[in-house]
């Protein structure tokens, strides 16, 4: 199949901009996406540069705007500890986001990443997609919206290179290892599903990322995971400050 995808470059011209831009482009999706189906299904990501978008959401005058009765919450990936955790995913979305708006409990899903099986967890997580979204088996979840970062080694997600997960092309959630990391034990949606969205955004930002922004951006974006992320049939959108920009052809903030 042939990718309908469009992309949106915009530099904006501080982390803090970048955060504003960010907050503004969920409350909108999520409106859009209520107004055309009666909800807003979202994936989050984890790391500094959500976060601080994930605080101003939660603020005035964005937290007003957003249909929370009808927003669903999942998340992209989640490194395997507990919720409670300091390097749980949840556990900073919960803190900067969920535990200050009025999102039912019910609408939001976690991974049940401390399980003491990952590929069981990995499993029910899918499932519980599935039920939300009401597909089959074969179909992928077609997310409002995904959130995204990008590390300096070009992983997104928990999607990085060299990872058998980067090939999958049925599972929806997968457990992979990290050999790497500090805690090797994470849970990723995969590409099938990253690529199924109505939206991606990345969310960028410092000048550690701007070779690696080159890099998934340029003409051989697919050597690096987070140039794989390319919608089938939906608007891939990069938000970047300056610094994440600053080797771009055009870095001119928005």
Sequence with gaps: MASTETR???????????????????????????????????????????????????????????????????????????????????????????????????????????????????????????????IRRGEQPRFDLVLLGVGIDGHTASLFPGSPALKEVFRAVAAVHVAAAIIPQRFTLTFPVLNAAARVVFLVSGPEKAKIVRAALGPQGTSVPAGMVRPMDGRLTWLLDRDAAALLPVADPA
């Design 8 to 134: 949106e470059i915009r530099v904006l011209d501080s982390a803090d901009a970048l955060a504003e831009a960010a907050a503004a482009t969920v409350v909108q999706a999520a409106c859009e996406a209520v107004a055309a189906g009666g909800r807003f299904t979202v994936a989050l990501a984890g790391g500094a540069t959500p976060r601080d978008s994930y605080a101003r959401l939660a603020a005035p005058p964005h937290a007003g705007r957003m249909p929370w009765d009808r927003t669903f919450v999942f998340f992209g990936d989640d490194r395997g500890v507990p919720p409670d955790h300091p390097e749980s995913n949840y556990r900073m979305a919960h803190e900067t986001l969920l535990a200050k708006v009025p999102v039912p409990a019910a609408q939001v899903f976690r991974i049940r990443a401390e399980a003491d099986d990952p590929e069981a967890a990995a499993a029910e997580y899918a499932r519980t997609i599935a039920d939300v979204f009401g």
